[in-house]
């Protein structure tokens, strides 16, 4: 998979920008980390949100598992199929398993993502 | 930490490993889901080698097990096993444990890894007046659970014993590879299996595990960690010591009022217990759904009629029967099937009932 126009967190979230908006999943290795998910608590549609805060659940098998949203903004918009299929996350966790869109208010929070590469090595370290 | 004789295996299959209680042991390997399921559909292996072997010896043996022991001892023969609980002088547990009649001077007990201290100080000291030796062989011995469907066939690979032969809850002596082995037909997994009991050095218990997960390919068998185990026994409403079962709820209120046998005589626990059964219990536990999204957890707050009565005791999202599921104690007059309560997730009311175990239970 092509990742060049996706970036990520520490917390492996990642971002995909759509002008001044914001998409975000988790990746690939959080997925995987998890493992069979079962259940998501989506953010509220309106809400807004500050870098770093949890704003989602995801409940696997395993454990419930806190995301944080890595960049501040109003959430715009939310993956409302993941209510029926939350298994998109481990199946698609770049396309269909995408969990919100936020209106991103600080693009200087940006600067803090790494890109894929980097990424690859950070996970390395882990 | 301390490692089994198979340590160096999980390494080499992919093992996650974890600490269990000072242990240095796989929590899964493929996945827990996976591994659960393979274990419903034809199977898996454990290295269980963390568990506490016990032996009981000498001419009284027979009534100091009965002594400490709530079920019925003298019902075994040789070769037959039980599960019973180790109660304390309030009839609550110090453990469950299995027993395994040798001979009628021999006795194994077969106890959780994390009260293998505690309960050989118990032991010890409360079989003392029978004049038995009390032997702690943990050490000794690897034991790995093969578990599923398929465990018969993948273990008559392995053994010239007449494994196939062998009923549930009996066990045989015989040879697993060139190892002399215990070869017990039992598990925790609420599927047909075996563990087997072995003395053998690091290289040859790992070696035989590898060939194990090699030979169980074919046959759908995979390595299963930790956590499937953890899922799959709550799944067949098997208790588990510290979750919910423990030194302060009786063997009654835990529901398992089929290993309480009060006429066989006396034993650590009875006057109590006989007073419970006489007067009632006023909590029990129970095993339950969520009827709205969410997954139970372990520690959750329970509340009962909008007050807070208890915690759950064990929760999951079962993997094969794909529902939230746990277990919990609740006052007797709401434990009935459909009974509805509220478990508090992320301080949320998520709606509960009360419905029939085990969860999931194999069909042959």
């Known amino acids: 998979m092509d990742l060049k126009n996706y970036k990520f967190s520490k917390d492996h979230e990642w971002v995909k920008l759509e002008d001044d908006m914001a998409v975000i999943g988790v990746s690939d290795y959080a997925q995987k980390e998890m493992g069979d998910v079962v259940y998501i608590e989506l953010p509220e549609t309106g809400s807004s949100f500050s870098e770093g805060d949890t704003c989602s659940n995801i409940e696997s098998v395993k454990a419930v598992n806190d995301i944080f949203t890595p960049l501040s903004g109003e959430v715009v918009e939310v993956n409302t199929s993941l209510e029926d299929t939350p298994e998109n996350i481990n199946t698609d966790p770049y396309g269909s398993g995408w969990i919100f869109k936020i209106k991103i208010s600080d693009s200087a929070e940006l600067t803090d993502l790494l890109d894929a590469d980097q990424y690859e090595e950070y996970l390395k370290g882990i | ?229 953890d899922t799959l026994r709550l799944e067949s409403k098997m208790a588990l010591y510290g979750n919910d079962i423990d030194d302060s709820h009786t063997i009654l209120e835990a529901d398992l009022g089929w290993i309480l046998k009060l006429k066989k005589g006396d034993f650590i626990g009875r006057e109590p217990l006989l007073k419970q059964k006489e007067e009632g219990i006023s909590r029990k536990l129970v095993g339950f759904e969520l009827t709205e999204k969410g997954v139970p957890r372990h520690g959750y707050k329970v509340f009962v009629d909008g007050k807070h009565y208890s915690e759950v005791t064990s929760g999951t999202f079962a993997p094969f029967i794909r529902k939230p599921i746990g277990l919990v104690y609740l006052p007797l007059e709401h434990s009935e099937i459909g009974s509805k309560f509220h478990v508090e997730i992320r301080g949320k009311q998520v709606e509960a009932k009360v419905v029939e175990t085990p969860f999931y239970k194999r069909s042959s």
């Open chain 2, 1 to 229: 930490m301390k490692k089994t004789t198979i340590n160096s295996a999980h390494y080499h299959l992919g093992g996650k490993m974890i600490d269990f209680f000072g242990w240095d042991l796989p929590v899964q390997y493929s996945g827990l889901s996976e591994e659960h399921n393979a274990v419903r559909t034809n199977g898996g292996i454990f290295d269980v080698s963390h568990m506490g072997e016990i032996f009981i010896k000498g001419d009284s043996a027979l009534d100091a097990v009965q002594y400490i022991t709530s079920n019925n001892i003298s019902k075994l023969k040789p070769g037959k096993i039980l599960y019973t609980a180790l109660p304390n002088e309030k009839g609550c547990f110090i453990d469950d444990m299995l027993v395994y009649m040798i001979t009628d001077k021999e006795y194994l007990l077969v106890v959780n890894a994390a009260n293998l201290e505690k309960d050989f100080k118990w032991i010890s000291s409360k079989v003392e007046r029978f004049g038995v030796s009390t032997e702690n062989r943990s050490d000794e011995y690897t034991q790995i659970a093969i578990q599923g469907p398929n465990a018969e066939k993948l273990l008559t690979q392995f053994t010239n014993d007449k494994i196939t032969e062998l009923k549930y809850y009996y066990f045989l002596m015989g040879k697993v590879g060139n190892i002399d082995a215990i070869i017990s037909r039992t598990g925790y997994t609420g599927e047909d299996g075996f563990e087997i009991y072995f003395k053998s050095d690091e290289k040859t218990a790992s070696d035989l595990f590898i060939d194990l997960a090699e030979k169980g390919k074919d046959l759908g068998i995979i390595p299963a960690g930790l956590g499937a185990r």
